[in-house]
C-alpha cells in the first residue's frame, strides 16, 4: 500500500493538467505525525533541477511534513523562475496544510528545460489536499508515473512497525546516487540522524546499483520520512535492513519496467579486490552498449565482456579472468572456456558472473538490454 | 593509393578463407626501403589481444619490415594459443619476404574468443606475398574491412614526399587510443623518434576524439611506416601536420561509416578550464545514450546534453552554461535560450556546442547518434 502503509501518513494522487494528456500528474504525501524526522539523498548530477536544489535545504533541518510530487515536468535548467516555482509550490502546500513551507519537500520529473505550468500545478495543490487520505498511496504512486508502464510500490511490516514506499523511473536510469523519484515512509519514532544512516546504506547497495542506460538524471530524489506513530523504536540493524527491503524490491521494479527493455540483467562482480573495484567493473559491464545490444540477441558474446573490464582501473590479470552467463563458464583464464552453444538465454532474467580473481569483494549492478524499442521510445519524441 | 601512395611499399589483399563468406580477409604492407624506421600506437584496454601483445615488442626496436593484417577473427582472449598463432604468423611473413620475423606487425580483427583458421592464414601470406605490387594499396584497405561498407584511405602529397594510409573500424568504436586498424606509410626519411612524436601528436586529437558507441576494442593498432625513398627529410611541423591530416581524414570516414548510424555528431566544448575538462565534458556528451537517440530522432534535446555536462568533474558553473544546437543557442545561462524549433536537423552533420563559460580552452569529439540499425547489427549476430 505504497506511502500509506505505515501509520501516520495520507496521500493523494490527481490530474492537475500539467500533462498534456490528463492522466495524473500531482502527488501529496503528508507526515501527520507525531514526529516528522526525515531524511533524504540527492542526485549527484551537478546540473540539479530546481526542485532538488530547495529539497535540499528542507532536509537539512532533518524535519519533513509533507512532500508534493509532479510528473509533466521536471523543472530542471529553468533559472532563477523556476526555482521561484518551486519554492511556491512548498509554500501553496505549506499554506493549504497548515505547515511550515521550510518542511515541504518538493519533486519534479519530465521533460527538462521547460517551466511548470504554475496556474495548473497551485490550485492542483488544493485540490489534492482535498482528497488526502490513509489509503491514498497508490493514487500518489500512479500521479508519479511518467514513461513508468506500471507504478511501483512496496511494503515490509516488523513487529509493530512498517517500512513503505513508492517510487517512478523509467529512463534516464542509472543513479548516483538514483535517478528516479522515491518516497518511503515509516512509522517507526525514529530521529532523523537514524533514517539518514539508514537511507544511505540501503540506497548505496541497491537504487545505486541499478544502472538502466547509463544516463544520470537531474531530478533524482528519495525521501525517507518517519510519523512515529507506531510508537516503536526498532533496533537499528533490523530497522536498516527492513528499509534495505524496500530499497531494494522498488530498484527491481525499476528494472523491470525500463524502457524499451526485454532482458533485466544481473552482473555479478566476484573475487575483487575492493567493492570499489567490484563497482566499477560492474558498472562498465552494464554500460557498454555492445554487450547489451547482444544480450538483447540472446548472444552470450563474452568478448565483450572482457573488452569491458579491460576498461577499467581495478585490480586484475587479463589471463585469470573468468567469465560465466547463466551458469556457464564461457570464459575461463582470459580465454575461451565452455562451449557457448551451452548458454540458454530465453529467459528475461540474465545472469552474467565476472570473475576478477584478485581478492574476495564482490558487487551486483542490475541493467537492461539496448533495443530499437529505447531507441524508438527514446527518439520518437522528447522525454 | 592507400598505403602504397608513398614511395618504396608494396601491398596485398586476398581471400584467404579466413571468413567464411569468402571475402577478402588478409592483407600485406611491405617496406621495401631503404629505411623502415616505424612508430605505433595500441590500445589502452587492459585486456589486449595477441597481435597487439606481439606488435608492441616488434615496435621497441622502431623498425617495422611488414605488417600482416587480417579480417574474420580478432584473436583476441585465445590464451598462449593466440599469441602462438600471432608470432606463427609473422614468422611465416618473415620467412616469405626474406626478413626477421621480429620485424613484421601483426594486426587482426574480428570477433573476439576464437582461434584465427591458421591452416587458411599461414598459405594465404604465401598467396598474398606473391601478388605484392606499388599498386596493392587498395586491395590491401578492402582485405581489412569487417562491418565496414566502404574501405578508408587517405593520402596527403606535399612537396617530394608523401604521407598516405588505411583504415578500418565501423564498430567498437570508442578510442584509447584508436578502436580500429590503421596503417600509415610514408616515404620520408626520418627516424623513429621522429615518426613516433608525429603519431602521437596526431592520434591525440584525432582518432583519439572519435568515438562512435563508447566500445573501447581489444585490437587498436595504428602504425606509421617509412621508407625514406623520397630521400627527403621534412621539417618536423610539416609532417606532424600532414600525419595529423592523414589521421583526421581517416577519423572521418570511420564516424561517416560506423554502424547503423544515421548522423554524425561534432561535440565541440569551448571556454574549458583545461583541455582535458573539454574532453572529459565531450566524452560525456558523446556517451550519452538518450542524447544519442534524441539526436536520431531530430529532436534538440539540450537538457540532455546539460544532465550530461553535470556528470562530469569539469570547472563549470551550471548556471552558466550554453548549449548549442546547428547553430541555434536552445541553452543559455544553464537554462531556456533561443527557441528550439528553430533548430534544423534535417542533415547528416550535426554540430553541438557545449560552452563551459570557465576558460578558454577547447576540444571536440566526434560521435554518432543510436540507431535501431545499430542494435540490429550488434544483436542479430556474434561480430
Redesign the interface.
Known amino acids: 500500500m505504497s506511502v500509506t502503509a505505515a501509520k501516520g501518513f495520507t496521500a493523494a494522487g490527481i490530474a492537475a493538467g500539467i500533462k498534456e494528456n490528463g492522466n495524473p500528474d500531482l502527488a501529496l504525501v503528508v507526515n501527520t505525525g507525531p514526529r516528522r524526522a526525515a531524511a533524504g539523498v540527492f542526485t549527484s ?4 533541477a530546481a526542485p532538488v536544489l530547495w529539497s535540499e535545504q528542507v532536509l537539512k533541518s532533518g524535519q519533513v511534513s509533507a512532500v508534493v510530487l509532479n510528473s509533466g515536468g ?1 523543472n ?4 532563477p ?2 526555482f521561484q516555482d518551486a519554492h511556491a509550490t512548498a509554500e501553496k502546500a505549506a499554506e493549504v496544510l497548515g505547515r511550515g513551507a521550510i518542511e515541504v519537500a518538493v519533486c519534479s520529473t519530465g ?5 511548470l505550468p504554475m496556474d495548473k500545478l497551485l490550485p492542483g495543490i488544493e485540490t489534492a489536499a482535498g482528497t488526502l487520505s490513509e489509503h491514498g498511496g497508490e493514487k500518489a504512486a500512479i500521479a508519479i508515473k511518467t514513461t513508468d508502464t506500471v507504478h511501483k510500490t512496496s511494503v515490509v511490516t516488523k513487529d509493530g512497525w512498517t517500512v513503505g514506499g513508492m517510487a517512478k523511473g523509467a ?2 536510469l542509472a543513479p ?1 546516487l538514483a535517478t528516479m523519484l522515491v518516497v518511503l515512509t515509516t512509522d517507526a519514532a525514529l530521529e532523523s540522524d537514524v533514517l539518514d544512516r539508514a537511507l544511505r546504506a540501503a540506497t548505496r547497495t541497491t537504487f545505486d546499483r541499478v544502472d538502466s ?6 531530478n533524482d530524489t528519495v525521501l525517507l520520512l518517519a510519523s512515529g506513530s507506531a510508537e516503536v523504536t526498532p533496533e537499528y540493524e533490523e530497522f536498516a535492513e527492513a528499509v534495505r527491503q524496500v530499497c531494494d524490491d522498488l530498484g527491481q521494479q525499476l528494472i523491470r519496467d525500463a524502457e524499451g527493455a526485454s532482458k533485466d540483467i544481473k552482473v555479478e562482480v566476484i573475487n575483487a579486490a575492493t567493492e570499489d573495484d567490484a563497482v566499477e567493473v560492474g558498472r562498465s559491464i552494464a ?4 554487450l547489451k ?2 544480450i ?2 540472446e ?1 552470450p ?4 565482456v ?7 582501473s581495478a585490480a ?1 590479470e ?2 585469470r ?1 573468468n567469465v560465466a552467463i547463466n551458469g556457464v563458464w564461457v ?1 575461463k ?4 572456456g565452455e562451449d557457448r552453444d551451452k548458454v540458454d538465454m530465453r529467459y528475461r532474467e540474465v545472469h552474467i558472473v565476472a570473475d576478477l580473481a584478485a581478492g574476495s569483494e564482490t558487487a551486483t549492478i542490475w541493467t537492461n538490454d ?3 524499442d ?9 522525454s
Open positions: 548530477n551537478r546540473v540539479k521536471a530542471a535548467c529553468t533559472g523562475k523556476g521533460l527538462i528545460g521547460l517551466l529512463g534516464m548516483g542506460d547509463g544516463c544520470m538524471s537531474t554500460r557498454n552498449n555492445l545490444c547482444a538483447h540477441g548472444d558474446n563474452w568478448g565483450r572482457l573488452s569491458a573490464i579491460g576498461t577499467t586484475f587479463p589471463d579472468l570464459c583464464n582470459g580465454g575461451v539496448l533495443t530499437a529505447y531507441v524508438h521510445e527514446n527518439s520518437a519524441y522528447s
